[in-house]
Nanobody, 121 residues
């Protein structure tokens, strides 16, 4: 069984910063892509940023230049550094991983439980 556990959400004023973390644990054999999505009230879940095991990162246009995604492969952890936060960044942020778990036949998508980020104006 695989779990993705997020931390680091909270309330911050516009212009402030937060750092989200997500650690994958359990029967993880290898991790391909990790990333962050977010869902604001009344809106669909949208991609924020992704980072493959090797290669280039990918960002939504709305966060380019403000957010930075990184990962620590030794810790099976992905981070999202969020700077210059805006009220429109308010959402539940979900960790995402495409990984191969022991005892399974191939890579599958796993999601964290979500962490609330609220940016006040």
């Amino acid at each position: 069984q695989v779990q993705l556990v997020e931390s680091g959400g909270g309330l911050v004023q516009a212009g402030g910063s937060l750092r989200l973390s997500c650690a994958a644990s359990g029967s993880v054999f290898s991790i391909n892509t990790m990333g962050w999505y977010r869902q604001a009230p009344g809106k669909q879940r949208e991609l924020v940023a992704t980072i493959p095991s090797t290669g280039s990162t990918n960002y939504a246009d709305s966060v380019k230049g403000r957010f930075t995604i990184s990962r620590d492969n030794a810790k099976n952890t992905v981070y999202l550094q969020m700077n210059s936060l805006k009220p429109e960044d308010t959402a539940v942020y979900y960790c995402h991983a495409l990984l191969f778990a022991r005892g399974t036949l191939g890579t599958q998508v796993y999601w964290g439980q979500g962490t609330q980020v609220t940016v006040s104006s």
